[in-house]
C-alpha cells in the first residue's frame, strides 16, 4: 500500500476496552466500600445520553469501533466461505467520481501499489502465449517451405500437428519455447519474433493485393467521373453554353417546366461531380453555368406569368432580359403578342378613363364608339382588367347620361304643361310651386316669363286683399276707400296678364262696397270674427311665412279678447280651437325652421362629423319630421331632410367600409379588401387615407411575398386561412382565368351573399364557363333570393 494518515484524536476514547456489566453488578453487591466506589466510577463518566437510557438498553453491552470492525470481518468470512469466489480488480479513475476524467498517476499508484504490474512483469517473465498445436500451425504454416506447407496443412492428428510445430520452431532458441502435450508455449519474444517473420511474410503478397485492389478502385471511379463528366458536357451544351466560352447561343423557352425540369436534373449532375473522389478541373464553370441557368428559368418562368398579366412596364422589362439571355420561342413570342394588345388598348383606356373622369356625354359616346369600333365592347376581348371595366363603366355611364337626358327631356315637358296649365290660375302658392320647377329645369323664357308676371300680379292682389281685409275692421271709410281704390287701378292696369280677381279679395270688395254704400262705419263683432277665423283656418292650411302666422294670431287674440255678444258666443267658441291650433302650428313651424338652418349648416359642412349627425337625426326622429313629408309644414324641408339623411348614410357607409378595409388588411383577406377598396374609391374617400392598403394588396399579388408571410403569420388560424386561400388563388391565376373564377365560386358555396354569386355568376357568362360549379351557384343564389324577404 501506499502513505497512509491516520488521526489520533479521540483514538483511546473510542477504543476504550468496557468491564462486562456483570462485572460491575458484582462489585456493586460487595459489603466492601472501596469496591462498591470503583464499580460507580465507570457510571460517573458516562455521557448525559447514556444517563437517559433505559435501565434495560443501560445493562446492554457498548460497542466499540474494534468489536464492530470484528463482527463485519466475522461476517464477510462466512460470506466468503459458502461463495464461489472470483476476485476483481477495480480500479478508480479519478477521485472526484465524474465520468470521462482520467487521472493517470493516481490509476499508475493503484496499479503499482495493487501489484498489478509486478503480476504483468512475472507473467511475462514465464509462457507468456498458449496455444493448441491446431491453432499455431495454421497461424504460422506461411514460415515453413513451399513443399511442406499442404503436407502440414492436411495433417489431423495431434502427433503430425506436433511434428509440424516443432518444424515450425526448429530454428528457434529452445529456452523461449517449450511443446507440451496439446500445446506449445511461448516466452513474450519468441512470441515477437514468431509475429515480426509472420508479417514480413504476408507483406509482399498484400502489396500485390493491395495494388489489384487499388487499381479497380481508381478504374471504377474514373469510369464513374467519365459518365458524369460526359452528362455535363452534354447538359450545359443543350442549355447553350458551350465549355470554356465567355458566350451562349440561343435557346428555345417554349414552357419554364422545360427550363425548370433542366436546371433540376443540371442541380443533380453537379451535386454528383461534387462529391466524386476525382474532382473534375471546371467545377468553378459549371457553377457559372448552373448561376446563369438559374436566371434562365426565374426569367422563363416570369414570361409564363406575364402572359396571365397586363403589366406593361414588367413586359417589357422581362423582354429586355431575354433578349440579353438570348431566349426565344413561345414564351418570348407569346408575351411580345401580349405587350402590343396591351399597348394598342391603352389608348382606348386612358380615353374611356378621361371621359369617365369629365363625365360628358358626348366625350363619353366618342369614346365608347371608338372603343365599340376595335371590338372592345365585348369585355372579355380585353386584356387589361382595368380596360375592361373602364369600358363597362363607360358604357353603363354612357346609359345614365342618355336615361337623364330623356328624363330631363320629358320633366321640361312636363314643368311646361304645367306652366301652361297655372297660366290662368288663382292659386299663388301653386304658381310659385310651379315657377321654383322651372328656376331648377332652367326655364326662363316663353310662357314661363309669362307665369313670373302673373305671379306678380297674383301676389299684388293678395297684398291688396290683406290690406283691405285689415281696413274692414277698422271704422275710417277714407282708408277703406283709398284701398279699394287701389285694388281697382291694380286690375285695371294688369292690361292681358291681369288675372281674375281673388275669391277673398271679390268678397272683401263686395263687403267694402256695401259699408262705403250704407255709409256703415264698422261692422258687427261677429262679422269681424268670422273674417278672421277664416284668414287663420287658410293659413293653418297653406300659409308658411312664420311673421304673416304671429301677425295673425295677434289678430285672433285681439278679436277674442273683446267683449262678446250673446250673438258671437258660438264665433267666439270657434276662434279659441283655431287660436290653439294656430299656436300649436306656429310653435312647430318655428322648430322646423331651427332644425332646417341645422340640416343646411350640417350639409354645407364638407365632412360631417359623425355625433353631429348623430344628435341632428335624432331631433329629426323625436319630432316625427323622419316619417314622411305630410309631417312638415315647409315645402322644402322634406327634400333638405332626405339630402342630410344622403350624407349620413353616405357617411356611415364611408365609415363601415374603412373599417372592414383596415380588419381585411390586418387578417391578409385579399377578397375582402378588394371589394372594401372599391367601395372606398367609389364614397369618394381620399386616396391618401388608401395608400397603405393600396401597397398591402399589391403585395398579396405576389406568391413570395404570400408565402413569407404565411410562413410568418402560420400560428394565427384566420391569418394563415386567408394567406392560403390568396396562394390558392395565385396559384390559379396561373392556370388562366377559367381557373381563378371556378375557384371564386367554389368559396362562395356556403356564402349568403347574393351580390356576390350574381357578380361571380357574370364573370363566369363572359368567360364562357360550363362548369357544374356554375350551376351549383345559380341555384344557390335563386333559392336565397326566395328565402329572403
Not at 401597397?695 to 384566420?718: C, F, N, P, Y
Request: glycine share 4%; hydrophobic share 40%.
Amino acid at each position: 500500500a501506499g502513505e497512509v494518515f491516520y488521526n489520533t484524536v479521540g483514538f483511546l476514547d473510542k477504543n476504550a476496552q468496557s468491564q462486562p456489566p456483570e462485572f460491575l453488578e458484582l462489585l456493586k453487591s460487595s459489603s466492601m466500600d472501596i469496591l462498591r466506589e470503583i464499580a460507580q466510577e465507570p457510571s460517573r463518566r458516562r455521557d448525559s445520553v447514556d444517563s437517559k437510557l433505559s435501565k434495560a438498553s443501560a445493562v446492554k453491552k457498548r460497542t466499540t469501533v474494534a468489536a464492530a470492525f470484528k463482527k463485519s470481518l466475522t461476517d464477510l468470512m462466512l460470506k466468503l466461505r459458502t461463495a464461489n469466489c472470483h476476485f476483481v480488480r477495480c480500479i478508480k479513475p479519478n477521485s472526484d467520481k465524474l465520468p470521462d476524467k482520467f487521472t493517470s498517476t493516481m490509476v499508475a499508484d493503484q496499479l503499482r501499489l495493487c501489484g498489478v504490474l509486478e503480476t504483468v512483469e512475472i507473467r511475462k517473465a514465464g509462457y507468456l502465449v498458449q496455444q493448441p498445436y491446431a491453432d499455431f500451425v495454421g497461424r504460422y504454416l506461411a514460415m515453413v517451405p513451399k513443399e511442406m506447407r499442404y503436407e502440414f496443412a492436411s495433417a489431423r492428428l495431434e502427433a503430425a500437428q506436433k511434428e509440424a510445430a516443432a518444424t515450425i520452431l526448429q530454428a528457434e532458441d529452445s529456452a523461449l519455447y517449450a511443446l507440451g502435450k496439446t500445446k506449445v508455449f511461448l516466452k513474450a519474444p519468441m512470441f515477437h519474433a514468431l509475429e515480426e517473420r509472420r508479417r514480413e511474410m504476408f507483406e509482399p503478397i498484400a502489396r500485390v493485393i493491395q495494388a489489384a485492389w487499388r487499381g479497380y478502385t481508381v478504374r471504377e471511379q474514373m469510369r464513374e467521373v467519365r459518365e458524369v463528366h460526359q452528362l455535363l458536357m452534354t447538359s450545359m451544351k443543350d442549355a447553350g453554353h458551350e465549355f470554356r466560352s465567355e458566350t451562349c447561343s440561343p435557346k428555345a423557352a417554349n414552357r419554364a417546366t422545360i427550363l425548370e425540369d433542366t436546371l433540376r436534373h443540371f442541380d443533380l449532375l453537379l451535386m454528383q461531380a461534387v462529391s466524386l473522389p476525382i474532382k473534375l478541373g471546371y467545377l468553378h464553370e459549371a457553377t457559372k453555368v448552373r448561376t446563369h441557368m438559374v436566371a434562365e428559368a426565374a426569367l422563363a418562368r416570369r414570361l409564363a406569368n406575364l402572359t396571365m398579366q397586363v403589366n406593361i412596364f414588367e413586359m417589357e422589362e422581362a423582354l429586355a432580359q431575354a433578349d440579353n439571355y438570348k431566349l426565344e420561342g413561345e414564351l418570348v413570342e407569346n408575351v411580345k403578342r401580349r405587350l402590343e394588345e396591351a399597348r394598342a388598348e391603352m389608348p382606348f383606356k386612358r380615353a374611356l378613363q378621361a371621359a369617365l373622369d369629365s363625365d360628358e356625354q358626348e366625350e363619353l359616346r366618342t369614346a365608347v364608339e371608338d372603343a365599340t369600333a376595335k371590338g372592345y365592347h365585348e369585355l372579355k376581348k380585353w386584356l387589361q382588367p382595368s380596360g375592361a371595366a373602364a369600358m363597362e363603366k363607360a358604357m353603363a355611364r354612357l346609359n345614365e347620361l342618355e336615361q337623364e337626358r330623356a328624363k330631363k327631356s320629358a320633366f321640361l315637358a312636363e314643368v311646361l304643361a304645367e306652366v301652361e296649365r297655372h297660366i290662368v290660375s288663382v292659386d299663388l302658392q301653386a304658381v310659385q310651386e310651379v315657377l321654383a320647377r322651372c328656376a331648377a329645369a332652367g326655364i326662363a323664357d316663353g310662357a314661363a316669363g309669362r307665369l313670373r308676371q302673373r305671379c306678380s300680379a297674383l301676389l299684388q292682389q293678395t297684398e291688396l286683399q290683406r290690406e283691405l281685409h285689415t281696413c274692414l275692421g277698422s271704422v275710417e271709410l277714407e282708408s277703406l276707400e283709398v284701398v279699394v281704390h287701389r285694388v281697382e287701378e291694380a286690375i285695371v292696369e294688369g292690361g292681358d296678364v291681369a288675372l281674375p280677381v281673388l275669391p277673398k279679395l271679390a268678397l272683401d270688395m263686395e263687403e267694402a262696397a256695401r259699408r262705403l254704400a250704407g255709409g256703415e262705419a264698422k261692422t258687427t263683432a261677429a262679422a269681424r270674427d268670422v273674417n278672421v277665423i277664416e284668414q287663420a283656418k287658410s293659413a293653418l292650411e297653406y300659409c308658411t311665412d312664420l311673421d304673416q302666422l304671429v301677425s295673425l294670431q295677434a289678430r285672433l287674440a285681439e278679436e277674442m279678447g273683446s267683449e262678446v255678444t250673446g250673438a258671437s258666443m258660438e264665433v267666439s267658441a270657434e276662434a279659441k280651437d283655431v287660436e290653439v291650433r294656430l299656436l300649436h302650428h306656429i310653435e312647430r313651424l318655428k322648430e322646423e325652421i331651427e332644425l332646417v338652418d341645422t340640416l343646411q349648416d350640417a350639409i354645407a359642412v364638407g365632412e360631417l362629423k359623425p355625433e353631429i349627425a348623430e344628435e341632428v337625426w335624432a331631433w329629426g326622429e323625436k319630432g316625427k319630421w323622419a316619417k314622411g313629408p305630410e309631417y312638415w309644414i315647409r315645402k322644402d324641408g322634406w327634400r333638405i331632410w332626405r339630402h342630410f339623411k344622403e350624407k349620413k348614410d353616405k357617411l356611415r357607409k364611408i365609415d363601415v367600409a374603412v373599417t372592414t378595409l383596415k380588419v381585411a388588411a390586418d387578417t391578409f383577406d385579399a377578397e375582402r379588401m378588394e371589394a372594401a377598396y372599391i367601395e372606398c374609391c367609389e364614397l369618394g374617400v381620399p386616396q391618401s387615407e388608401l395608400q397603405e392598403h393600396n401597397k398591402i394588396m399589391t403585395q398579396l399579388q405576389r406568391r413570395h411575398v404570400v408565402r413569407d408571410l404565411l410562413s410568418r403569420w402560420g400560428h394565427d388560424e384566420a391569418r394563415a386561412a386567408n394567406l392560403r386561400r390568396q396562394l390558392e388563388l395565385l396559384e390559379a391565376q396561373e392556370s388562366g382565368m377559367e381557373s381563378v373564377i371556378v375557384l371564386q365560386l367554389t368559396r362562395l358555396k356556403n356564402s349568403r351573399s347574393v351580390e356576390t354569386m350574381r357578380q361571380h355568376l357574370r364573370k363566369a357568362e363572359r368567360a364562357e364557363i360550363r362548369d357544374p360549379i356554375v350551376d351549383e351557384i345559380r341555384k344557390r343564389a335563386d333559392k336565397i333570393e326566395r328565402q329572403e324577404p
